[in-house]
C-alpha cells in the first residue's frame, strides 16, 4: 500500500498520488487504472476518495472515463492527422487547398442568414449586427474519423458586388476564392490560430474527451483593396490535428536613395 501522507484533502492527495504514478511510467498511456476497489486498497481510502481523486484527474484531462470500461490514461502521443495550410493556383487559375481533398461532407451543410458579432465584426471590419450569409458544414476525415467544424460568413455588401456567393455561400473554399477573382480580386489571406476550451455544442458534434482544447482557426480572404471579403472558421480537437505551414522569406523593399 502506498502511504499518503501530504497536506490537503484526502482525495487529492490520492489524486497526486495516481498521477506520479501515470508521469513515472507504471501507467502507460490508453492503459486501464486499476479498478476503484484496487485503488481502494492501494491507498488505504474509501470508495468516495477515489471516485473524488479520479473526477479531478479527468478534469485535468489526464485520463478519460469510458463507461462500463474504466478509467484510461489519455494518450500523449502526437495528432493523428496534419493540416497544411495555404493557398495555391494552378495553371488553369484554379485554387487548390493542400488539405482539402481530405475531407467528407458527415451531413447536409446548412446555410443561413446571421449578423456580425463583436468579434465577426472585428475580423470582417465590420460595425456590429451587420447581415451576413453563412454556412456551416460538419467534415469528417475518413481515415483517422477526425471531425471538424467549418463556417464560411459573407458580408450582405460583398455578395450584392458578387450575387453568387449569397446564392450559393456553401460552394467550396476555392470554388468561392475562384468567383471572387472572376469578379476581378486580387486575393490574399491572413489567418490567425487560437486555443481555447469547447462550448458544449461543440464538444458534442466534435466527440471531444473531458478536458480537451479546441483549435479555432480564422481566415480572412482580402481583396484588392486589402478589404475582407470572406472569413472562414475552421474548429476541431486540439488531441486530434495539428497544423503545418510553410514559410518563406519575403524580399525587403528596394531603399530609396537619398537626394
Not at 498520488?17 to 476503484?36: T, Y
Amino acid at each position: 500500500m502506498s502511504e499518503i501522507q501530504r497536506p490537503g484533502a484526502l482525495y487529492q492527495q490520492v489524486a497526486a498520488a495516481i498521477r506520479e504514478a501515470i508521469l513515472a511510467g507504471e501507467f502507460e498511456p490508453d492503459s486501464l487504472l486499476p479498478s476503484e476497489a484496487q485503488l481502494m486498497a492501494r491507498y488505504g481510502v474509501s470508495r468516495p476518495t477515489v471516485r473524488n481523486a479520479i473526477a479531478a484527474l479527468r478534469a485535468e484531462g489526464l485520463i478519460d472515463v469510458r463507461h462500463g470500461k474504466g478509467s484510461f490514461v489519455r494518450s500523449s502521443g502526437q495528432p493523428v492527422l496534419t493540416l497544411e495550410r495555404g493557398v495555391s493556383r494552378t495553371v488553369e487559375d484554379k485554387f487548390v487547398m493542400p488539405s482539402g481533398d481530405i475531407w467528407q461532407e458527415a451531413e447536409e451543410p446548412s446555410t443561413y442568414r446571421a449578423r456580425t458579432t463583436k468579434a465577426t465584426g472585428r475580423l470582417l471590419q465590420l460595425d456590429v449586427e451587420e447581415a451576413l450569409f453563412g454556412c456551416d458544414r460538419l467534415l469528417i476525415d475518413p481515415t483517422t474519423g477526425t471531425r471538424a467544424m467549418h463556417r464560411t460568413l459573407i458580408p450582405f455588401e460583398v455578395a450584392e458586388a458578387v450575387p453568387l456567393l449569397g446564392q450559393e455561400p456553401c460552394k467550396p473554399s476555392a470554388a468561392l476564392y475562384w468567383v471572387l477573382t472572376q469578379a476581378g480580386h486580387k486575393l490574399t489571406w491572413t489567418e490567425t490560430v487560437r486555443a481555447r476550451m469547447p462550448l458544449p455544442d461543440e464538444r458534442t458534434t466534435l466527440q471531444l474527451s473531458d478536458a480537451t482544447p479546441i483549435l479555432h482557426v480564422s481566415r480572412i480572404a482580402h481583396g484588392t483593396d486589402d478589404r475582407p471579403l470572406i472569413l472562414e472558421e475552421l474548429r476541431f480537437g486540439a488531441d486530434r490535428a495539428e497544423l503545418a505551414y510553410r514559410i518563406t522569406a519575403d524580399k525587403q523593399p528596394a531603399r530609396r536613395p537619398r537626394s
